[in-house]
């Protein structure tokens, strides 16, 4: 993995820049609106939650929006987009809840006659809201904003909070590992085809961070252990960062793309960000530098064949 340093002084000046932003009422999504503002942004904040009243005086528009409902999504970009007349540079999709009772769940024994089967039709699993936030409500809200950066002549990037969890499962999460998985899944399933509408997409997996989303007693522990607990500011950062770096050159080729000239320059793309404690560490490239260990040397090279073929971009 690379390690990446990332400071106040790595994020440009971000006047006349639109930012939208999910989750952006507390927690990290909150760090990276003060990010944005810091650096001169005009930011959206969509969230089922209000925001503060010192955020609400500032260049932030709430937006109420539960990022579950399509309709209430596209509602919140008709606002943006026709009511506020406002472009999208920067979109982040950060809104997430971590309720998963799913292991409980398939670990309840069976009813035992067709009166309880019955009543379990009337129970839908309390994992379902994990599922429509943070991977559906994610998704939709990338075809909206990317919809929005296409017609704009500068495009624009997308950045999506993910979690360690999504390379590193946690026992007790199974539904919001998936989710969390899923979403790594989105961004490089994206990032050979979304650049050449001039959309770039990234993510950040956060490691622990100590926001209303953790019950205290984990934080607690994990200091009483000294482990490292990253700030809302310091993943902020790595998420402004992801929408507003550069790169010289690709995470990986795919299919038909010829290897990048020597003054290639383009939006940050295709990458994940883990933050952890004050560090911050690339992962993307190292993975793909490595398919042939882990994947196999010989399959590496069978799927990358499959991968020209299945190529239907003008590259
Ligand atoms: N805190 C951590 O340790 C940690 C670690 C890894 C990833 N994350 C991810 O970071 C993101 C932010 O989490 P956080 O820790 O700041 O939590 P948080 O609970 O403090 O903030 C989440 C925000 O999302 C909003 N939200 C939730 N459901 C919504 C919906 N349906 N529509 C609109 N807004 C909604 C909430 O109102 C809140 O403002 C999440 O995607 C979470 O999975 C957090």
Sequence with gaps: MTSLSITESSIPDLTGKTAVITG?????????????????????????????DDVAASKVTFIQTDTSSWLSLVDAF????????SKIDIAIANAGVWNDPYLEDCLTP???????????????????????????????????????????????SIVVTSSSTAYFAEQQMPVY??????????????????????IAISAVCP??????????????ALKGLGLPIATTRHVG??????????????????????PVPEDFEERW??????????EYWEVEEKLAETRGVWWGEKNLKLTEKQRVVSDLREV
């Design 24 to 52: 952006g009422a507390r927690g990290i999504g909150l760090g990276a609106v003060q990010v944005l503002l810091d650096h001169n942004a005009r930011v959206f904040v969509l969230d089922v939650l209000p925001i503060a």
């Design 78 to 85: 008709t606002a943006i987009t026709t009511e506020h007349g």
């Design 110 to 156: 069976a009813p035992t006659d067709a009166a309880g089967w019955s009543a379990l039709k009337d129970n839908k699993p309390a994992t379902e809201a994990c599922v429509e936030v943070n991977l559906k409500g994610t998704m939709n809200f990338v075809i909206l904003a990317s919809k929005v950066m296409k017609t704009q002549e500068k495009g624009g």
């Design 177 to 198: 590992t998936a989710t969390k998985a899923a979403l790594v899944g989105l961004v490089s399933a994206l990032r050979s085809t979304l650049p050449l509408h001039k």
């Design 207 to 220: 490691s622990a961070v100590e926001t209303a989303m953790i019950p205290t007693m984990f934080i607690e």
């Design 237 to 258: 950062l790595a998420l402004v960062y992801s929408a507003t770096a550069t790169q010289n050159r690709r995470v990986e080729d795919y299919g038909k793309d010829k």
């Design 269 to 278: 793309n295709g990458r994940v960000i883990h933050a952890i404690g004050e």
